[in-house]
């Protein structure tokens, strides 16, 4: 039977490298595409990642009890605090071209029609996105691609029930709106 | 990717009110972010595992709290002033602006003003500044407590320390400007105890509420009950003192606040009472900031 994160992260802490190796298999994609997403970064997202990874290794605290909710919680302050620093706001205004730069394109890729049309077409989901409010945006994202319930995301955004219920509504409502006026100038 | 219907987490008024959300599904769908490959998890892995032998290596990080140092000035000092940094401008120029109005308030009008000021302002400024202190947004700094080297509850503590002692020292200097301008209306040791009780009650009731639920509530109960207290007392006031229209109203009950601090063993009780409670609600605050880290 395959070890609860819980149990591998307490193998982790007594310096097991297998524990870390399976416990960064099951991570490094989810946690990635979470910071992804919510930098709109690839290359700061992956600092990110190794950042959190190593927060989460390096604690010395109480074990958490629900390990797959404080990665996130991590990893979410995390990007929080490199949001506010005035570097990554000059950063940002690079990662369309930086994201462009991690994909090269290979013979194995589609024509180069069809990336550009992927990438372009990327780029504008991401400008619908990043118009809504952070707070709304983290919501949805946890939501929607990480499929943390309402409760969880309770506990990693630091609010209550009725307030991360009233967010996913308002990031719907905005998104909606946001793309009906795309839609239809 | 799990396709996750959203309309499930909505209730019948909101799902009315959004209508068909078929197109925002499609659009978070097609918002793709590429997975890491293998080789990016292998480089990821070569850079973690150094910093677990580090980690694993025999020996510990003493915290600066650990208990062979548990008394050392220095080191609750240490964390205080790194605390007093993490405060922004806007909070201590509150304080002051308060304070500078209270000494205005006294030179200009008189002892009883001042006394009145110290008395209804000060529990408002402390549980203001605990709930600001305490809302959500550095609360969300709580992973980053549980790997520093200061426990959460201590942290807790220095910052709620950080916040009374400095509206502390302001009601404190006020009282000294009052001792020092000769404004002697008022015994010392009772006013104390009428100012601190409240003080330490509202800011105790701010903290739990603001920990507990939210630093809305947190605000807005203390805020009320303090309200209550003043509209309770200013009924009291009205029906009780002798007023003619030739005197000031606002004066009569100055006057009156004065008279009661200084005779009224029951007003020192109920200041005594709102401290114990006060302090009781802190320990609370801070068994839930404890369930809250490990939960």
Redesign the interface.
């Known amino acids: 039977m395959q070890d609860t994160d819980e149990a591998l992260y307490r193998e982790?802490?007594?310096?097991s490298?297998a524990a870390?190796?399976e416990i960064?298999?099951r991570y490094?994609?989810p946690l990635?595409?979470f910071l992804?997403?919510l930098t709109d970064n690839?290359m700061s997202a992956?600092d990110l990642?190794?950042e959190t990874?190593?927060?989460l290794?390096?604690?010395?605290?109480?074990p958490?009890?629900?390990f797959r909710t404080?990665a996130y919680?991590?990893a979410r302050?995390l990007a929080?605090d490199q949001f506010k620093s005035a570097y990554f706001r000059l950063e940002e205004s690079e990662s369309f071209e930086d994201w462009d730069e991690?994909?090269p394109m290979s013979a194995a890729d589609n024509s180069l029609e069809e990336t550009v049309a992927a990438v372009m077409?990327?780029h504008e989901?991401?400008l619908?996105?990043q118009q809504l409010p952070a707070a709304a945006h983290e919501v949805?994202v946890l939501?929607?691609?990480h499929?943390l319930s309402?409760e969880q995301i309770g506990?990693v955004?630091?609010?209550?029930l009725g307030?991360v219920?009233s967010r996913?509504?308002n990031a719907?409502?905005t998104?909606?709106t946001l793309?009906h006026a795309e839609?239809t100038p | 990717m799990n396709e996750i219907d959203l309309e499930r987490d909505l209730t019948e008024a909101q799902r009315a009110e959004l209508g068909d959300l078929s197109a925002v599904t499609k659009l978070l769908v097609s918002y793709e972010v590429a997975d890491p490959t293998p080789s990016e998890t292998d480089l990821l892995l070569a850079k973690l595992k150094p910093v677990l032998a580090e980690r694993t290596a025999p020996e510990p990080i003493e915290s600066p709290l650990s208990p062979s140092r548990a008394f050392s000035s220095q080191a609750w000092l240490g964390v205080a002033r790194a605390q007093i940094e993490i405060l922004p401008l806007g909070f201590w120029l509150a304080g002051v602006a308060v304070g500078t109005l209270g000494l205005f308030v006294g030179f200009a009008a008189g002892a009883e003003w001042l006394i009145t000021l110290i008395v209804l302002l000060a529990p408002l400024l402390a549980a203001g500044g605990v709930a600001y202190t305490f809302r959500p947004e550095t609360r969300g700094l709580e992973e980053l407590e549980r790997i520093s080297v200061v426990g959460p509850l201590e942290l807790l503590y220095i910052r709620l320390g950080v916040v009374l002692a400095f509206n502390g020292s302001i009601s404190a200097a006020l009282m000294l400007a009052l001792g020092l301008g000769g404004m002697d209306v008022v015994q010392l040791w009772r006013l104390v105890l009428v100012w601190l009780g409240p003080m330490i009650g509202l800011a105790g009731l701010a903290l739990y509420i603001s920990v507990r639920w939210h630093t809305i509530a947190g605000t807005i109960v203390p805020l009320v009950l303090w309200a209550g207290a003043i509209l309770f007392g200013w009924r009291e006031i009205v029906a009780r003192v002798e007023w003619t229209p030739a005197t000031s109203l606002y004066r009569v009950a100055a006057a009156w606040l004065i008279a009661q601090i200084n005779n009224s063993d029951g007003l020192l009780l109920a200041a005594s009472i709102a401290l114990i409670v006060g302090l009781f609600l802190m320990q609370q605050a801070g068994q839930t900031v404890m369930r809250n880290r490990t939960a």
């Open positions: 982790v802490r007594r310096g490298e870390l190796t960064v298999h490094h994609a990635l595409r992804h997403r690839r992956e990642v190794q990874f190593t927060r290794i390096i604690y010395r605290g109480e958490p009890h629900n404080w919680t991590v302050n929080r991690r994909r077409q990327r989901i991401n619908l996105l949805l939501r929607f691609y499929d309402l506990a955004v630091g609010l209550p307030t219920k996913l509504f719907l409502k998104l909606k793309l839609i």
